[in-house]
């Protein structure tokens, strides 16, 4: 099928991987940014067929992954609020709170809904007028430009019951932070194509030059990710720290020009916590002071809850590259998809219900 099988052929993917392993001398430990990368990279085996020299270090970009414990706790508490009908992506309601998740809400009499898109929640607060409509809008800048939207539109229609939930946060400034900790070991970054197709590509160069690291755009697909990484190896080799977009035929240098004029109008950059990371500065976005009324944080005054994160998760190191997740001593038992403990088992672009989903026979009898 277009677009489909043409990016999965296996004889240009042999023809790239050759090319990759003669381009290989060094060692050299590449991060793919996305969760979604992550994703295609295991359940393809990408990684086990790279030279063994090449590590491929899984970093944050599982939006359901980084949300934090507190917001996900404050998600709980306004969800069980009578009045409230709490809107939400299906894959944030088996994300664990400090005691429970968006399901045990609703078994427990929360109306808690799953929709499709900002705009089914913003159709719902318009057909219960004597009802609070929240909806969770989390997520990197793919999934912002929506949220914005609807927000715009709330105000537009003035629709009073309604409110989201905002946990933003943006990609440049994770990778400013993965290259500052002292313990970084990463020498490269494959960029995330979904976010530049909305954002572009001029946030990436400053990161570059000041880090000396290759950044490559690059796509989903298997001849992606292994073009992403042949053009990566290839400055790697040659001492060369540039950014390349592997992934023209969605990506241009200036994005989304009426997405971005969206987000500048609806939301500001804020520090954000990162689950399992901590604080990142300026690294998400919230609502902007005349959009205030819409931010259900403000609306509902939930403040100082008191959090706690599973004591034997280690999804923190999961999510900084600093450990594989079959590393983490509950993986698969203890931990599972079903009875996830940290939030990178929960999605299927963490990297732990990954591993779970096409690796754990292999690591788990290694
Ligand atoms: S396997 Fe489970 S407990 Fe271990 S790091 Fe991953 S999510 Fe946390």
Not at 39 to 50: A, K, N, P, T, V
Not at 254 to 274: H, I, S, Y
Not at 282 to 296: I, N, T
């Amino acid at each position: 099928m277009k677009y489909l099988d043409e990016f999965s052929d296996p004889d240009l993917a042999r023809k790239l991987l050759d090319q990759i392993h003669a381009a290989t001398d060094k060692r050299w430990s590449i991060m793919e940014v996305c969760g979604g990368q992550t994703h295609s990279i295991i359940r393809h085996g990408i990684d086990q067929l790279l030279p063994d020299e090449i590590e491929m270090i899984h970093g944050p970009g599982c939006p359901v992954c980084v949300t934090p414990l507190e917001i996900i706790d404050k998600a709980l508490e306004i969800a069980a609020r009578p009045n409230v009908i709490f809107c939400s992506f299906g894959d944030m309601l088996r994300v664990p709170g400090s005691s429970k998740d968006l399901f045990r809400v609703k078994s427990e009499g929360g109306d808690v809904r799953v929709v499709y898109s900002p705009l089914d929640a913003l159709n719902i607060a318009r057909d219960n007028p004597d009802r609070q409509v929240v909806f969770f809008g989390i997520g990197f800048e793919t999934t912002a430009p929506a949220n914005a939207m609807t927000v715009y539109q709330a105000k537009r229609l003035g629709v009073q019951n309604f409110s989201l939930l905002v946990s933003h946060v943006l990609v440049p400034p994770a990778v400013a932070a993965i290259m500052e900790s002292p313990d970084c070991r990463v020498q490269a970054f494959l960029a995330a194509g979904h976010v530049c197709c909305v954002m572009g590509t001029a946030e990436y160069p400053p990161l570059t030059e000041k880090y000396r690291v290759p950044i490559v755009v690059t796509g989903f697909e298997p001849l992606d990710i292994l073009e992403g990484i042949r053009r990566t190896v290839i400055q790697l080799e040659s001492g060369r720290h540039e950014l390349e977009n592997a992934y023209p035929r969605a990506v241009r240098a200036e994005g989304n020009e009426p997405a971005k004029a969206m987000l500048a109008d609806v939301f500001e950059v804020t520090d954000r916590a990162w689950r399992g990371i901590g604080t990142i500065p300026r690294s998400g976005w919230r609502l902007a002071p005349k959009y205030r009324e819409f931010d259900a944080e403000y609306r509902f005054a939930v403040e100082d809850l008191h959090t706690a994160e599973s004591a034997i998760c280690r999804s923190g190191e999961v999510l900084q590259g600093h450990i594989k997740p079959h590393e983490c001593a509950a993986f698969g038992k203890e931990c599972t998809p079903r009875n996830p403990l940290g939030a990178t088992m929960v999605s299927s672009e963490g990297a732990c219900a990954a591993y779970y989903l096409y690796r754990r026979l292999e690591v788990t009898h290694a």
